[in-house]
Structures are given as structure tokens and as C-alpha cells.
């Protein structure tokens, strides 16, 4: 009967019919096994297989394993099915002439200071980044910025907030057009560390063109080059049309031991000890030069001294003397040409701390480009224009602001993290589509941090006057805005450009422009309102007929239809935050995975960590509210090893540890693939992330039970591997893809140094955070993917009841399977990835993904009471294509959505007047690059 019950789902039949006769389950399979058979015609070469459907009288869940998959993929034998890419690395015929040139700030900090500024620096055929913060991505698909043209990067320091960005952007860029492409990236040495860190999951081949610069630790003594040695200008790119120079700076509390080893040391993958590096300990000061504009030539000069039209002419234009052909006399350039114009001089300048000032005053190659008294520089070197990335604190320093003064007449541009950009909200795409979601829907959509921010225009005025009042004998002083440009070229119209500044959004102008768009959806969202006050009144009338129907069966349901779990619950329990719903890389209306597990005043939890997370969170709560969350924070979990679900970890890590700093506190627990050990153990040795590292094949069930069963006592190392009691344990773990004796046995090992001590902080933190439980499950996607469940401690309500605790399941990036379906038995949330849409169930088998029916399916066959499908792939950029058919228990995720498990009745009911929304935006709009990448990248 409970069988029978499970496939009510599916079928919609009414509970008073008890049986569904013989002749209906082989119809029901017949259609399970053609539609499986249809799909998988169009992808022989990639050996997908098809796992064996149940017989009819086995429970219905294993009809998950009718479900085929890409075996290669799933086991990380896959990389032979497709042409290997020679990246393409762009060598672009140069135009020495150039007509166009400028500087661009892009994002200045973006609207949330979550990372460090970036600068573009445009000409005709060249293109030139300076440095690559988190966000950066989807800030140029925002504002139609093609980074496939894109030829060098430069970072002004190798730490999460210069260069967070730099592997989602060389991911993008080699999976851009059919053979991909790999630019030059420019770092000091640190830079070594971080693309060592880099080769766990982004390919050497986009990496071949990264080149550091700088002093670096020798073989022979523990320290490097004194200051005075690395403050002459490296020159990285001379040509015609530009030459790019960079000076060294190094702070002067670790100048001589830069990179001296610590007595705490890391080990790095090859067994070697490696120093540990502290992050910032260089930093790089750019000088941009253009060369000089020729004067124009004078046919009427060229003619007196005797030369006749014709290619004579050609050559003084080039600068070459020439002989006349009248008169017995040399020609040279500076007899007919006009006088020259001095080309552009730019200075990049990061100073990050105080401690680096000594360093940048005693910079002695950057005299000959002031123009104070007394200095005499050459008039055709002087300094054009100053973007400052060094933060506001160092900039108030009196010996900063000297050293300013020596380019008096240059144009300095303040881009440190001004505060008159926060509150302005630069991904006006996404905030657009958050502020119409709040006016329909404020339980599930808050207002964004950056609208709740009081008398922000008063703020931003008073920044900008304060900072440009404490430079009152400097005249060229502004604060950066974003986008804001200074043409180089023409040079008719050098200087400030602010035509491309994006217009200021009020909240109620978004209001506006939707009401006027769609005037029904002042109703509908009265009418939701409604749904809460009905859920106050009787919460049976939240559920859907259909619900209702099929509900009757299941017994961990309470009497009305709704979870137990669900009595009397606080709306101080849970809110689950999706920061990010897209997969592969950042969108204009999608960040990245990344889900915000809040418990309130029990901290926190983060369901994978996608680039730009920290943003995200700061985008929900506003910055000094995500800085409590970050601070707040018991454990991160991380399902696989793709950067879209990690490469916002390491911002985060950083963060935490700055806010922190001096505190009692432990270190964060980060949960995730033996793959991701690797990258932050390379990451470590460049800037120290303050962090405890568990595999996650060590919190699935069975390793938890050999744990408790008593193994926690005896210590693990390295050497135990071969010893009978790692044996002993090994076996204990159930046969999943990972166990012993599968094909995928070579992915298991016992864990290095202390695993059984950090298993201990496991249960500490989730004892702390409220939890029984945090278990993860493999599930079939690429080697070490998992699953997660977290389940709540049980309760006990004023009469001595007890009420059992909430269940949240994540899939991570998934096929459907029975570890799923095993897993999320009787779930209060099902958190399932829907990458596709039905139709493309093709895509979905060659790259282990799930459609929107095959994750609603996996739900129903678990009993789960809520569905909340999520990591839609960016072809769908506001809402995905759905089959309505099994919708009564599920919603879609947008980024910033906010489900307070209080309000988990009234999910699905919302559904319909969301997509009032998007009635007419179910097309593509992305620029080309992105959409070209997304297939490439998933």
C-alpha cells in the first residue's frame, strides 16, 4: 500500500482507489522505459548508461535508477570524449595610430565593497585589465563589456580581493568559441602560489601565459632582495602603442623576511615543506606610458630645403633623416615636422597599509614625473592622470598626501572603496528584478541591503565633499564612480569622461516603471498578502487539493497536511537564503550556487560558495549585516569540486579571518571534496585562510557510524592507511560510488593528519548550530560529488510533546539516483538542482545534470513536502521553462529569495503570481560571450 501511495505523484489518483491494477504499472513503465530510450539516441559516442529498471513490485524510488547517466563523466574518465582545446592565444595586429584610448574604472568595489576595484585600459586593438576581483564577470556582461577581447591582466596584489575573479574568468575565456582563448596574467611572485592553487580545477592550459614578477624566495637563504634593489621599474609590455612598467613595494614589517619560513609549515601536493607566505606582502605600483603624438608635417618647410613630393616625405614622418634633393644638406624630422605632444603618463598606485608608505615615498624612479618646485622634471614626462586603488585609511595619511602633491597637476582619481558608491546598487539588472520580487512577494524577497540603507543621498554627497575637501591644494581631485572613463586619446579630448556613469535608480522608479508594465500586479500582490493571512487563520487551507489528496498516506505528515516538524515552529528557526541560483559562471539576473543557511542567533551555514558570494550576502543584508553573518558562520560545505560552487570560498575565509582578528575564536570548518583540500592547502601559502578541512566521504552515514562505534579514540595518520584499523573502518562504509570495490575505488583513501579530531569539531559545530545531523551522500555528477542533509535537533512543545526537527536536502549538481531519493525520505525541503528544461533531457545525460521534471520526480518518490528547484542554467536568465503538471509542492529559486521554514505552506501557492512577472522574458537576452560560454563551461 505504502508503495502504491508513492506513485500518487505521478499519477494523481484519488486516495478512496486503493489498488492500481497490473496492466496500469506496465503502462507506467513502458512510458518511463521508451521516453529513457528516446533520449538517449542522440549521444552514443559518450557511453552513457542506463542503470536497471526495478521490477513493478520493488518500491517505487528505485525507479530513480531508470534515470541513464554519462558513467565516464561521472567517474572522471570523460576528458577523451571531446577535442582537446589548444587554447587560442590572441596576438593582435597593433594600431600605432591609435584613435581611441582611456581608462575606465569597472566597478569600484562594485556597490558593496566585496572586492577590490578594477581598471580597463581600452585602445583599438588592446585591451588591458588591472586586477580581477570576484563580481567582475557578471559586471562586464551588465554593462556589454566583451572580455574575449581582453589581452593581458595585471594585479596589483595576489590576495581573494585582487584576484577572486581571475579562475572564473579564465574558465569563461577558454570556454569562449569553438577554440577557446588564454591571455597573459601579470602578478608579482605570489602570483606562482595562487596558480598553483588554480590547477585543481582550472585547466594548465589557461594558465600557460601567467608570468610573475618581483623578488622571490632563493634556495640558499631565507631572505630576498632588500627594497632598494626591487623598487627599479620592471618593464612587462613595451610596444608601439604602450609600455607598461611595474614598481615593487614591499611593507617594511616584513622587509628582509619576506618570505622567510615560518616554524609553522605547510605541506604542498608533491610532499615538499613549503613557507608560509603572509597575504600583501607585495604590492605594485603600474605606470603606463603612451608615446609622444609627432607633430604634423610641413610640405611648405620641406619644399624650401630643397625635397620634391614622394617617398622622401614618408620617411621624415617616420623620423628618419633624409638627404635633399636640391641642396647639399640633410634633412632631418625636427626641420619640417611640428612640435610633438607629450603622450599620456598614468599611475596605477596600490598601497594597501600604512606599512607600504615608506616603501612608495622612497620610490625614487617616480621623481623625473612630479612637478613641484625644485624637481626639474623633463616637461615631456609628466604624470597625466592617478587612480588610486589604496584604501580611504591610507589615503587620510599626511605622508600620503605629500607624496600626492608631487603630481599636482595630474588628474587623481580616488577608487579605494569610496563610500558614496555603496547603497548604489551597480548590477542594475539583478537589483531591478529584486525590487520588483519585493513588491510582490516581501516575505520570500526582503528589500536588498543597499535600499535599506537610511538617507543614502545625503551619504553619498557628504563622502564626496569630506574627500575632496582634505585635498584642498590639490585641484585634480575626484572619487571614482563606476564606469567612469579618462580618454588618453584623442588627444583633443583629454580627460574626464562621465557620459557612461550609470544613471542613479530610486526604489520607487522601479515601482513605477512595473505598475505601469503590468497594472495587474497591484491584485496579485494583495492577493498574496492574502496567503499569510489565511495561513494565520487555518493552515489546511494553505494546501492544494491535490496535496491534500495524495497527502493522506503519508504518516510523518501532521493531521492538517503539513509536516509535524512544522508545529508550533518559530520564524527564528530557519531561513533558507538562495544567494546564488545559476550554474556555470555569473549572469546579468543569476550569481552562482551558493545557499545561506541561517539559523539566527545559532549562526549559520553556507551550501557551497560560488564567486561572488560575499557580494551576495551584502546585496541581502547590507555590509556591516554581512559582516555578522560572515563573523557568525559555523561551517561551509561545498558539494563538488566545478568552480561555480567554490571559488567564492576563499573571500570568504578571508574575510571572516580580518573580522575576527584578535578574537577567541576557532577555526571555520570547511566540509568538501578531497579535490578542494588541494586548492586551499596551495591557496594557504599565499594568504592564510583560518580554516579546519573535512572530506565529505567522511561525513557520509556509514564513516559517521564507524566513528561512533568507537574509532573517534585512536589517532589517525598518514601511516595508518595500511593498518588494519583504517581497514576495518574503510569497510564499514556502504557500498556507494565511492566504496570499496566499486570502480571508483581509487577515489578511496583514508584522510591525512587529526581526521578524527576535526569529526570531533563536526559535532561540536552542529550540536552548536541546533543540528542532529549533517550528512553527505555521493550522488553522480563528476568524481567526489555529494549531497547534503542537515537535520534539526528534536523538540519539545509546552506539554511535553515531542516534535521531530525540520530536514533540509541539497543535491548539489546531480543525475536523479537512489542515494538522492534514499536521502531525502521524508523531507521538510528538498533543495534539487533543474539545469534543463525538459526538452534538452540530452544535454542534461552528457553532463550529469538534472531537468526541472526529473528533480520535481525525485521529491515526489521521496515524500519530500516542499520542492525548491535552483542552479538553472544561464540559457534561461530570468525563469526557466516548466511543465506546470507536478507543481502543487514546488517553487522556483531566484538569487536573494528568503524562505523562512514558517512560511514553507504557502511556497508553491506563490509560484503563479511570480511568474505574472516574467510573463514575456522567457528568451535569452545575455551578450553572446555568455551564452557561447555556458555550453562550454557546464
Not at 550522488?779 to 537535520?791: D, R, S
Not at 515531542?802 to 534514499?822: A, F, M, N, Q
Request: proline share 6%; glycine share 6%; charged share 25%.
Amino acid at each position: 500500500m505504502a508503495q502504491v501511495s508513492n506513485f500518487r505523484h505521478l499519477l494523481f489518483l484519488h486516495p478512496s482507489k486503493p489498488t492500481i491494477s497490473t496492466s496500469r504499472f506496465r503502462f507506467l513503465s513502458t512510458l518511463v522505459a521508451a521516453s529513457f530510450s528516446k533520449r538517449h539516441r542522440s549521444v552514443p559516442p559518450l557511453q552513457i548508461r542506463r542503470r536497471h529498471t526495478a521490477p513493478m513490485e520493488q518500491p517505487p524510488e528505485d525507479t530513480a535508477s531508470a534515470a541513464g547517466f554519462n558513467k565516464r563523466r561521472a567517474e572522471g574518465r570523460d576528458k577523451g570524449d571531446f577535442p582537446k582545446k589548444n587554447l587560442q592565444h590572441k596576438v593582435r595586429k597593433l594600431n600605432p595610430i591609435n584613435t581611441i584610448s582611456y581608462l575606465q574604472i569597472l566597478g569600484t568595489g562594485l556597490d558593496t565593497q566585496d572586492t577590490s576595484p578594477s581598471v580597463l585600459l581600452f585602445f583599438d586593438k588592446q585591451r588591458f585589465i588591472f586586477n580581477a576581483g570576484e563580481g567582475l564577470q557578471r559586471f562586464c556582461t551588465e554593462h556589454k563589456i566583451k572580455l574575449s577581447k581582453i589581452d593581458h591582466i595585471f594585479l596589483s596584489r595576489v590576495c581573494s580581493e585582487t584576484a577572486g575573479g581571475l579562475p572564473g574568468l579564465l574558465l569563461t575565456l577558454a570556454g569562449t568559441g569553438d577554440v577557446g582563448m588564454s591571455v597573459n596574467v601579470w602578478g608579482p611572485s605570489d602570483l606562482k602560489y595562487l596558480v598553483d592553487a588554480m590547477k585543481s580545477f582550472v585547466p594548465n592550459a589557461a594558465m600557460v601565459h601567467t608570468k610573475s614578477f618581483g623578488p622571490t624566495l632563493t634556495t640558499d637563504e631565507s631572505t630576498v632582495q632588500s627594497q632598494s634593489k626591487v623598487l627599479d621599474p620592471l618593464v612587462l609590455v613595451d610596444d608601439e602603442v604602450v609600455k607598461i612598467s611595474a614598481i615593487i613595494l614591499q611593507s617594511n614589517r616584513s622587509e628582509g623576511q619576506l618570505l622567510r619560513p615560518s616554524p609553522k609549515t605547510l605541506d604542498s601536493p608533491d610532499g615538499k615543506k613549503q613557507p608560509d607566505a603572509k597575504p600583501g606582502d607585495m604590492s605594485v605600483v603600474y605606470v603606463i606610458e603612451l608615446p609622444e603624438i609627432k607633430g604634423k608635417f610641413d610640405p611648405e618647410k620641406a619644399k624650401a630645403l630643397g625635397l620634391r613630393p614622394g617617398p622622401k616625405y614618408r620617411e621624415l614622418q617616420l623620423g628618419n633623416s633624409v638627404k635633399s634633393d636640391r641642396q647639399k644638406i640633410m634633412v632631418h624630422p625636427s626641420d619640417v615636422m611640428g612640435p610633438s605632444v607629450p603622450g599620456p603618463i598614468v599611475l596605477l598606485v596600490d598601497c594597501p597599509a600604512e606599512s607600504y608608505l615608506e616603501a612608495l615615498l622612497s620610490v625614487q624612479s617616480l621623481d623625473s614625473y612630479g612637478d613641484q618646485v625644485g624637481s626639474m622634471p623633463d616637461a615631456g614626462k609628466s604624470v597625466t592622470c592617478v587612480v588610486h586603488l589604496t584604501p580611504a585609511s591610507v589615503v587620510s595619511c599626511s605622508s600620503y598626501q605629500k607624496w600626492m602633491k608631487k603630481f599636482g597637476s595630474a588628474q587623481h582619481i580616488m577608487a579605494g572603496h569610496e563610500k558614496k558608491n555603496v547603497a548604489v546598487p551597480i548590477l542594475k539588472a539583478s537589483a531591478r528584478i529584486t525590487t520588483r520580487l519585493n513588491y510582490l512577494c516581501p516575505q520570500f524577497f526582503p528589500a536588498p541591503g543597499f535600499w535599506s540603507l537610511p538617507d543614502q543621498n545625503r551619504s553619498k554627497l557628504g563622502s564626496l565633499s569630506s574627500s575632496e575637501d582634505s585635498f584642498s591644494e590639490l585641484s585634480g581631485v575626484i572619487s571614482a564612480e563606476n564606469l567612469l572613463k579618462f580618454t588618453l586619446r584623442p588627444y583633443a579630448n583629454l580627460g574626464l569622461d562621465r557620459s557612461c556613469i550609470p544613471t542613479k535608480v530610486a526604489f520607487s522608479e522601479v515601482i513605477d516603471d512595473l505598475l505601469s508594465e503590468i497594472p495587474e500586479v497591484v491584485e496579485a500582490a494583495h492577493r498574496v498578502s492574502q496567503l499569510w493571512q489565511e495561513s494565520s487563520q487555518t493552515k489546511e487551507a494553505l494546501i492544494p487539493v491535490a496535496d491534500r489528496e495524495m497527502m493522506i498516506e503519508e504518516p510523518w505528515l501532521h493531521e492538517h497536511g503539513i509536516p509535524a516538524c512544522l508545529e508550533n515552529i518559530r520564524r527564528d528557526d530557519l531561513e533558507i537564503v538562495l544567494l546564488g541560483t545559476g550554474s556555470s559562471q555569473p549572469s546579468k539576473y543569476r550569481n552562482v550556487s551558493s545557499i545561506y543557511i541561517n539559523l539566527f542567533s545559532k549562526g549559520g551555514l553556507l551550501l557551497d560558495c560560488g564567486e561572488g558570494t560575499l557580494g551576495q550576502l551584502k546585496r541581502r543584508y547590507g555590509v556591516s549585516g554581512a559582516d555578522d553573518a560572515v563573523r557568525a558562520l559555523s561551517c561551509i560545505w561545498i558539494s563538488h569540486i566545478h568552480a561555480d560552487h567554490h571559488s567564492g570560498l576563499a573571500r570568504i575565509l578571508a574575510l571572516r579571518r580580518d573580522l575576527l582578528k584578535g578574537l577567541p575564536h576557532e577555526p571555520m570548518l570547511v566540509v568538501g571534496p578531497k579535490q578542494l583540500k588541494r586548492y586551499l592547502l596551495a591557496y594557504q601559502r599565499l594568504e592564510d585562510l583560518d580554516m579546519l578541512f573535512l572530506d565529505c566521504k567522511h561525513t557520509t552515514a556509514a564513516s559517521l557510524e564507524a566513528f561512533d562505534d568507537g574509532f573517534q579514540g585512536i589517532p589517525v595518520n598518514s601511516q595508518d592507511m595500511n593498518n588494519d584499523d583504517s581497514e576495518v573502518i574503510a569497510s564499514k562504509v556502504d557500498s556507494t560510488l565511492f566504496a570499496r570495490g566499486s570502480r571508483m575505488e581509487s577515489f578511496w583513501k583514508r584522510p591525512g593528519v587529526d581526521t578524527d579530531v576535526v569529526l570531533k569539531k563536526l559535532k561540536e559545530v552542529i550540536k552548536e548550530a541546533g543540528l542532529s545531523a549533517l550528512i553527505s551522500f555521493p550522488v553522480i555528477h563528476c568524481p567526489q560529488a555529494f549531497g547534503v542533509v542537515l537535520t534539526a535537533e528534536e523538540r519539545t512543545n509546552s506539554v511535553g510533546k515531542v516534535i521531530p526537527g525540520w530536514k533540509l536536502v541539497y543535491s548539489g549538481d546531480t543525475r536523479p539516483c537512489p542515494e538522492l531519493v534514499e536521502a531525502s525520505q521524508g523531507a521538510t525541503v528538498l533543495i534539487h538542482e533543474a539545469t534543463f528544461e525538459d526538452a534538452l533531457v540530452d544535454e542534461a545525460l552528457a553532463r550529469n545534470h538534472s531537468t526541472t521534471n526529473e528533480a520535481i520526480e525525485m521529491g515526489n518518490s521521496a515524500n519530500a513536502y516542499r520542492i525548491i528547484l535552483t542552479h538553472f542554467s544561464q540559457r534561461y536568465p530570468k525563469i526557466p521553462v516548466l511543465d506546470e503538471t507536478h507543481m502543487h509542492k514546488t517553487c522556483v529559486a531566484f538569487d536573494m529569495m528568503s524562505i523562512n521554514i514558517a512560511d514553507l505552506p504557502v511556497l508553491p501557492k506563490v509560484l503563479p503570481y511570480l511568474k505574472l512577472l516574467f510573463r514575456n522574458e522567457m528568451i535569452v537576452d545575455e551578450s553572446d560571450d555568455v551564452v557561447d560560454a555556458v555550453t562550454s563551461a557546464s
